[in-house]
């Protein structure tokens, strides 16, 4: 498919300040858009990243068939631009797509526009330690009509935006057991934009209470570990690594996949399986559990410090260096760089 570039005619990246950047607030100079009607899609532009125009009856915004990817480039140690398994998240998006009855969109769109806007946008990957360029690839319905039914019009959009280094301070995270994320049967494995809406509510009344965050518990019994806001859960228990098994209520992130990779050819034991609370909370007591963090893009390990569980909280012994999630944190990252050689092919040079 043919790509047609509008290229802008006043790039904005001198008013960005590449020393203090704060996540997802600058936007670099274009986006993909591509135009989905009749059934195939028409066309695939780049243009500057700008205002789009729609009809108060564009569906999407009313019955949510809106879906959305999040991935990272970097800029190696030798200059070139990278980006860590997209692969990975257009399979990802067209297993939200099907759920959502939206069509699929093609490598050819996806990977080769992202190829094309990368090149023309070089210059906003950061070079600096520990910052990145965020990709968002996403698409929506755009039928005007007021109706429950797929649309028959969608629009693909891929946005940029440069990020500084994501640290966190190991985090305090709550069991929730009254509000729920997925369902058996619904829709909890695509990465599709009524979840995180669904979310917002209890996560805030787990921040009013002093916590970062909230653990995702099974929505039938709450007694078993599913997710985090945006991050898969692992835990280093007895050893062994642990986390939920993906499913339809399990978003199966890259990272998750990556870090288990990583585990299972570093010889450490891995478990994909349902693990209960009181398992939990009694191996955090009894010391077995020795580490928990979050795995996703936007961190990619994010350890946890403190689990809160009715009302008490539960500390996680302090980090050392060798902890598996320190060593697997730098492990992905020097691969995201090139500082080690990519030996299990996740680097996708543009
Ligand atoms: C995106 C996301 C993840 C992490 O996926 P990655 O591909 O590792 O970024 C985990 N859980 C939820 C709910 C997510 O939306």
Partial sequence: MQIQIQ?????????????????????????LVAEYADGAWQSVTIQPYGPLAYQPAMMSLHYGQSIFEGMKGYRSVSGD????RPEENLKRFNKSALRMCMPEVPKEIFLDGLRTLLKLDQAWVP??????????PFMFATDEYVGVTPSNTYKFIIFNCPVGSYYTKPLRVRVETEFIRAAKGGVGFAKNAGNYGGSLFPTQNAIKDGYDQI???????HQ?????????LMFVVNGSLVTAPTGDTI???VTRKSVLQIAKDWGMDVQERPLSIKE??????SGVVTEAFGAGTAAVIAPIATIGFEGIDYHLPARKDDDFSVKVYNEINQIRLGQIPDARGWIWKV
């Fill in 280 to 285: 939990l909370i009694q191996g955090i007591q």
């Fill in 7 to 31: 290229p802008t005619s006043s790039s904005r990246i001198d008013q960005v300040d590449f020393d203090n950047l704060t996540f997802g607030r600058s936007f670099a100079d274009h986006m």
């Fill in 215 to 221: 653990i995702w518990t099974d929505a039938a019994t």
């Fill in 251 to 253: 978003l199966d992130g």
């Fill in 224 to 232: 078993f570990v599913e997710e985090a806001g945006t991050m898969n």
């Fill in 127 to 136: 070079a600096k330690e520990g910052c990145s360029l965020y990709i968002r």
């Fill in 81 to 84: 631009i990278q980006v860590f």
